[in-house]
């Protein structure tokens, strides 16, 4: 399976600000996905990235706010911007080697907007 | 559009007991099924799939999973529990048939394993 790093593990951020949250995989891989886990809550996907292409986004969430870059196979950012105490959260990464296998998952981003 | 309930938010177990974690799904095609552990301050852990096959799949730490398909249904389950086990477990599914990437996860449910 594949090994991702992401980084960075936590931040305190002042509202109004934004914060750019690196992943990088140790193999090639088609399409990335990023999560938010808000506390206590289940994991909601933001958007799907692939290579070469827009991210596309699930219904709540908007390029504006969560821009995503994808420069090549094996690395994405995720930008939270304009930051409220609301987008305080976990920012998992995740990647799929393949049609039906399991995902694998960067350690998160904790997230707090104060 | 896929779906995945977990009515469960907490299960209390005693320690050597057997352990069901409950899980229902809506998918318009063939479901690929999962599920996920989360410990305290770590990261997600890939515990087990189905895809097609056998009903009944084996994961990690000794747990498995059954597939039902007429009730729509992948409980999760363990023969003996250990403390150790106390976590946060997520149900996930995707629709093979669209082959679509997309994992839709359930809301979690909560796993007490007393000494």
């Known amino acids: 399976s594949a090994v991702i790093s992401q980084k960075p593990s936590r931040d305190i951020c002042q509202r109004g600000t934004s914060l750019t949250i690196q992943c990088q995989v140790d193999?090639?891989?088609?399409?990335m996905f990023w999560y938010r886990q808000q506390p206590g809550q289940s994991l909601t996907l933001i958007a799907t990235?692939?290579?070469?292409?827009?991210?596309?986004?699930e219904s709540g969430f908007v390029i504006d706010k969560f821009p995503i870059s994808r420069p090549n196979l094996t690395f994405s950012t995720l930008t939270v911007s304009n930051m409220s105490p609301e987008d305080s959260s976990i920012y998992l990464c995740?990647?799929?080697?393949?049609?039906?296998?399991?995902?694998?998952f960067g350690s998160g981003t904790r997230l707090t907007v104060v | 559009a896929q779906s995945v309930a977990q009515p469960e938010d907490q299960v209390n177990v005693a320690e050597g007991n057997p352990l069901t974690v409950k899980c229902t799904y809506s998918?318009?095609?063939?479901?690929?099924l999962f599920w996920y552990v989360q410990y305290p301050n770590r990261g997600l852990q890939f515990l087990l799939k189905y895809i097609t096959g056998d009903n009944l799949v084996k994961g990690s730490y000794g747990f498995e999973a059954e597939f039902n398909k007429s009730q729509t249904s992948f409980h999760l389950k363990k023969p003996s529990a250990l403390v150790s086990d106390s976590a946060l477990y997520f149900c996930?599914?995707?629709?093979?048939?669209?082959?679509?990437?997309?994992?839709?996860f359930g809301a979690g449910t909560r796993l007490f394993v007393k000494a």
């Open positions: 995740s990647v799929d080697k393949g049609q039906g296998y399991g995902y694998t």
């Open positions: 193999s090639q891989v088609t399409m």
């Open positions: 998918v318009s095609g063939n479901p690929y």
């Open positions: 990235a692939n290579q070469g292409s827009e991210a596309t986004y």
């Open positions: 996930a599914v995707r629709d093979g048939h669209t082959g679509g990437f997309k994992t839709i």
